[in-house]
């Protein structure tokens, strides 16, 4: 969980807002029943305007004004109950705690477990110990789906295709729908096969596909396996698809490019 | 960091929200008014957080904070600010935290100007729509996190769907959810009434002028909606019977049958038990518009939210509001007065019957509504019920409802008789006979213009004949009075217009040549060819149309056709507006050589539509500040 001085101060402000309230409470206004007698003497006044608007006649305004009367006394009740006084600052505690602990207890439920970019903020780690990091985090939640896919990730990333295999094929199993996790599945599989998008690469591939055909990086992967296997003319499409999908300084679009080229220059010769 | 703060600021708006339903009901029911009393300090400790989150997902999206997956799914780069602003509702999440956000401010808002309410109403009050909060902090944060972070950011965000790249969506859905969560205000008064037992003057007063505020909000919301959608999708329409459209609809349908039977409990004492469960009604349909829209079961532009649990989880949420409503209400109505007795000729009768037809009107949308999804769910085949089937059942509902605004405000409360009455509507039917045969002769021969018509002249003169009256009788003109009038002038505005643009406006597609004329309504229509066009994230073609009458040119128009990033073609109409009339041109697709199909609508008092809401929307709100409601009380 990430928690810090920011949150606790939104604590410890919104503990004393209420604590002040307990000591200076918020003062009542009317009872229902003088709200009821100023409602009802309007309404009576509103049913004198009437009449003298000639609106209603008098064999009508004897009626009404008769049923506001009988209204009202339906109406009024005997309110005296007595004001229990508390201690405010019993509550100012019980407020304060229940407020900490079920906020605190809630969050760390819901909050992410890391922040995108945070190792920034401190020193930079070595690929070794962020594998170590991750793995100590996954020994505590064994089912995690983004840091398994970050451990896949880091794995892939030092050479280690086997172990980023069996991360993303854990990862694979609880969520078989992200797109990024099927297209690095297939990557770090493709890595083992000489980069060949064969067999369950492929299917990943062909998933990602189904699931977001308009996603540039799904048009990109899915033209390598379309050229792989000799559909130039399709690979072509896709990539002149990714191509156009994408905004003009996007940083892959020269990836996009190069494999477009080569497929052409294939293509001529 | 600042992600991190919104969130936590939902969880403790949650946390709050949580205290606000339990210590101030302790208050209440052990005499404790000290705890009763912190029901305000909570609402706008919750509001506060609950703000802090609403503009911290905003800066996100400002800002271009691709970590938050909701930003990097909604927006990019190359988005203009107001709609990156505006993207915050494009996305199902921050669609829901502006639903909480604007239940916050009306929740606020009660505790704010309720210096004239009786404390214990109020603090109960407060207690619901902080229940209320609660079910949808729940709902927001365990099903639709907006602040949910991405591992690994993209560099570039995606494209928000460019439908809602434009200036009426940036502003109709606020508009709208102002007027659809305002429902929550009357619900949760009478809601307190129930629960605390006290079905009495007091609720009545204070529930109409918030159920005015609400709807005259979601009046404006439609009003908006419905503009959006002539001039954005392209083909001159103005309603559609979208099952998104009908979702806002039903409960302005019930929300309007509200505001009549509370002037009737509120003035005469009776209909009490309807009212309730109008009130009830209205907030119970918001709640089935919002799980219709949120669940994925509509394909609609509107309709992005597409998991089951979200489903689920407002169904369940709809169930317990409904259903725990309905069961109070059953227990309670003992206490509910017997209604005061009135005749069959008095504008209780009227204002009976306008509840009657709404009611039905609302039925009948409902029913047109949820009967294909009720078919689809059971496998019993796919069945789409469009404009035929609801133009066939609402429109004659609705005409004698129109025909009743004419002639019950005559009507005296109570008792009238018939003699009278026509003694004073004499003098408005010859005026309405004489103009409409004079229309009839003069202006057209189609009948339903004829009859609509008639409508307009006969609620217009009614009007004037009514404030005249007033006058005469040097009676003050309460803002209740002039509220109710401009209101009835706006219905009848508006069914001018709408008969009018439906009946009388022309539509023509077409094939143009470059250099080419067409005649349409008296207007010349020059067709000088198209260039290419790009701004910002799209690029495309803008069409260059002279129009001209009697060789005097009228107006130049400039029909686009986008092409968004996302490959999303959009047409975008160029419309010559005036109060009589519009011209309303669209670029079609490109034919061979430099030939386009190019589509050309001339739609008399089309404007008067929006104008005719409108009217509606202001008269509400004169309506709402009448002076009983501003009066302060003497304790």
């Known amino acids: 969980?990430?928690?810090?001085?920011?949150?606790?101060?939104?604590?410890?402000?919104?503990?004393?807002?209420?604590?002040?309230?307990?000591?200076?409470?918020?003062?009542?206004?009317?009872?229902?029943?003088?709200?009821?007698?100023?409602?009802?003497?309007?309404?009576?006044?509103?049913?004198?305007?009437?009449?003298?608007?000639?609106?209603?006649?008098?064999?009508?305004?004897?009626?009404?004004?008769?049923?506001?009367?009988?209204?009202?006394?339906?109406?009024?009740?005997?309110?005296?109950?007595?004001?229990?006084?508390?201690?405010?600052?019993?509550?100012?505690?019980?407020?304060?705690?229940?407020?900490?602990?079920?906020?605190?207890?809630?969050?760390?439920?819901?909050?992410?477990?890391?922040?995108?970019?945070?190792?920034?903020?401190?020193?930079?780690?070595?690929?070794?110990?962020?594998?170590?990091?991750?793995?100590?985090?996954?020994?505590?939640?064994?089912?995690?789906?983004q840091a398994l896919k970050m451990m896949g990730l880091a794995q892939i990333g030092i050479g280690n295709a086997e172990e980023s295999i069996k991360a993303f094929e854990r990862a694979y199993i609880i969520n078989a729908e992200d797109i990024d996790l099927l297209l690095q599945y297939a990557s770090a599989i493709a890595a083992t096969q000489e980069g060949q998008f064969d067999g369950k690469a492929r299917v990943l591939i062909d998933q990602a596909f189904k699931l977001d055909p308009q996603s540039v990086q799904v048009l990109y992967f899915s033209g390598i396996v379309a050229a792989h296997e000799g559909n130039l003319k399709v690979a072509i499409e896709l990539w002149e698809k990714a191509l156009y999908l994408m905004p003009v300084d996007h940083p892959d679009r020269n990836i996009i490019k190069e494999a477009l080229d080569t497929v052409l220059n294939l293509q001529v010769k | 960091m600042l992600i991190e703060v919104g969130h936590f600021a939902l969880v403790l708006a949650l946390v709050i929200s949580l205290v606000l339903v339990v210590v101030p009901s302790l208050g209440l029911y052990q005499n404790k008014e000290s705890l009763a009393q912190?029901?305000?300090?909570?609402?706008?400790?919750?509001?506060?957080?609950?703000?802090?989150?609403?503009?911290v997902l905003m800066t996100a999206f400002l800002t271009n904070d691709f970590s938050v997956k909701n930003v990097a799914e909604n927006s990019n780069t190359q988005l203009p600010v107001l709609y990156k602003a505006s993207a915050v509702w494009g996305s199902h999440e921050g669609s829901l935290l502006l639903w909480l956000f604007v239940l916050s401010i009306w929740t606020v808002a009660v505790s704010i100007f309720s210096k004239r309410i009786p404390s214990d109403l109020i603090n109960q009050t407060l207690i619901v729509l902080g229940s209320l909060s609660f079910g949808f902090l729940l709902l927001l944060l365990f099903t639709s996190n907006p602040f949910e972070r991405l591992l690994i950011p993209p560099i570039e965000g995606r494209e928000l769907n460019p439908l809602?790249?434009?200036?009426?969506?940036?502003?109709?859905?606020?508009?709208?959810?102002?007027?659809?969560?305002?429902?929550?205000?009357?619900?949760?008064?009478?809601?307190?009434?129930?629960?605390?037992?006290?079905?009495?003057?007091?609720?009545?007063?204070?529930?109409?002028?918030?159920?005015?505020?609400?709807?005259?909000?979601?009046?404006?919301?439609?009003?908006?909606?419905?503009?959006?959608?002539?001039?954005?999708?392209?083909?001159?329409?103005?309603?559609?019977?979208?099952?998104?459209?009908?979702?806002?609809?039903?409960?302005?349908?019930?929300?309007?049958?509200?505001?009549?039977?509370?002037?009737?409990?509120?003035?005469r004492g009776a209909f009490k038990q309807w009212t309730v469960l109008l009130a009830i009604g209205g907030f119970s349909l918001s709640l089935l518009g919002t799980f219709l829209v949120r669940s994925g079961v509509l394909t609609s532009v509107h309709a992005f939210a597409?998991?089951?649990?979200?489903?689920?989880?407002?169904?369940?949420?709809?169930?317990?509001?409904?259903?725990?409503?309905?069961?109070?209400?059953?227990?309670?109505?003992?206490?509910?007065?017997?209604?005061?007795?009135?005749?069959?000729?008095?504008?209780?009768?009227?204002?009976?019957?306008?509840?009657?037809?709404?009611?039905?009107?609302?039925?009948?949308?409902?029913?047109?509504?949820?009967?294909?999804?009720?078919?689809?769910?059971?496998?019993?085949?796919?069945?789409?019920?469009?404009?035929?089937?609801?133009?066939?059942?609402?429109?004659?509902?609705?005409?004698?409802?129109?025909?009743?605004?004419?002639?019950?405000?005559y009507v005296r409360w109570k008792k009238d008789s018939s003699s009278r009455v026509l003694n004073l509507l004499k003098f408005e039917w010859i005026s309405v006979v004489l103009l409409t045969l004079l229309?009839?002769?003069?202006?057209?021969?189609?009948?339903?213009?004829?009859?609509?018509?008639?409508?307009?002249?006969?609620?217009?003169?009614?009007?004037?004949?009514?404030?005249?009256?007033?006058?005469?009788?040097?009676?003050?003109?309460?803002?209740?009075?002039l509220g109710m009038v401009v209101a009835h002038l706006g219905i009848a505005v508006f069914v001018l217009g709408a008969t009018v643009t439906t009946q009388l406006g022309i539509e023509k597609d077409i094939k143009m040549n470059l250099g080419e004329t067409q005649t349409i309504a008296g207007y010349d229509f020059v067709f000088n060819g198209v260039s290419p066009h790009s701004k910002d994230n799209y690029s495309g073609f803008i069409g260059d149309i002279s129009v001209f009458k009697n060789d005097r040119k009228v107006t130049q128009l400039r029909p686009e056709k986008r092409l968004y990033q996302t490959g999303m073609p959009m047409t975008e109409a160029s419309i010559d507006p005036s109060i009589t009339r519009d011209l309303y041109v669209a670029l079609g697709e490109s034919l061979e050589g430099d030939a386009w199909s190019v589509r050309i609508y001339y739609k008399p008092l089309v404007r008067w539509i929006w104008l005719g809401g409108l009217m509606i929307a202001f008269g509400a709100l004169l309506a709402a500040i009448d002076r009983r409601y501003l009066v302060r009380f003497r304790s």
């Open chain 2, 38 to 55: 912190l029901a305000k300090p909570l609402v706008w400790a919750q509001g506060f957080w609950i703000a802090v989150a609403f503009f």
């Open chain 2, 306 to 409: 597409t998991d089951p649990t979200r489903g689920l989880f407002i169904l369940i949420f709809l169930l317990i509001v409904i259903g725990g409503s309905l069961v109070l209400y059953t227990w309670r109505s003992s206490l509910l007065q017997q209604s005061n007795p009135f005749s069959l000729l008095s504008r209780e009768t009227g204002l009976l019957i306008n509840n009657i037809l709404l009611v039905t009107a609302m039925l009948s949308v409902l029913l047109g509504t949820l009967y294909p999804l009720i078919l689809d769910s059971l496998d019993l085949g796919k069945i789409s019920v469009g404009a035929p089937y609801f133009n066939a059942v609402f429109v004659p509902i609705m005409i004698p409802g129109v025909l009743a605004l004419a002639v019950f405000p």
């Open chain 1, 1 to 145: 969980m990430i928690f810090s001085w920011q949150l606790l101060i939104m604590l410890i402000l919104s503990g004393l807002f209420f604590t002040w309230f307990l000591f200076k409470p918020v003062k009542s206004g009317l009872s229902h029943n003088e709200s009821n007698i100023a409602i009802n003497k309007q309404r009576k006044e509103e049913l004198e305007l009437d009449i003298n608007q000639g609106l209603i006649d008098d064999d009508q305004f004897q009626v009404a004004e008769s049923e506001i009367v009988n209204t009202l006394a339906n109406e009024l009740r005997n309110n005296n109950k007595d004001n229990i006084e508390i201690k405010p600052i019993n509550w100012s505690i019980a407020i304060f705690l229940c407020l900490s602990a079920l906020s605190i207890a809630l969050y760390s439920q819901l909050s992410p477990k890391f922040l995108p970019g945070s190792q920034v903020l401190s020193e930079p780690m070595t690929m070794d110990e962020s594998i170590e990091k991750l793995q100590s985090f996954l020994d505590e939640n064994p089912d995690d789906f």
């Open chain 2, 439 to 481: 229309s009839w002769i003069f202006i057209t021969r189609n009948i339903f213009v004829i009859i609509a018509l008639a409508l307009f002249i006969w609620v217009v003169i009614h009007v004037m004949v009514l404030l005249l009256k007033r006058l005469k009788a040097k009676s003050k003109v309460t803002m209740s009075f």
């Open chain 2, 164 to 267: 809602l790249q434009d200036f009426g969506l940036a502003v109709h859905p606020p508009m709208l959810y102002i007027g659809y969560v305002g429902l929550a205000v009357p619900f949760a008064f009478v809601l307190s009434a129930l629960i605390r037992g006290q079905l009495d003057s007091t609720w009545i007063r204070w529930t109409r002028p918030w159920t005015l505020v609400s709807w005259s909000f979601l009046t404006i919301g439609i009003t908006l909606g419905s503009w959006w959608a002539y001039y954005e999708l392209g083909w001159g329409g103005w309603w559609f019977w979208d099952p998104v459209e009908n979702a806002s609809f039903m409960p302005w349908l019930v929300a309007t049958a509200l505001i009549h039977s509370l002037s009737v409990s509120e003035k």
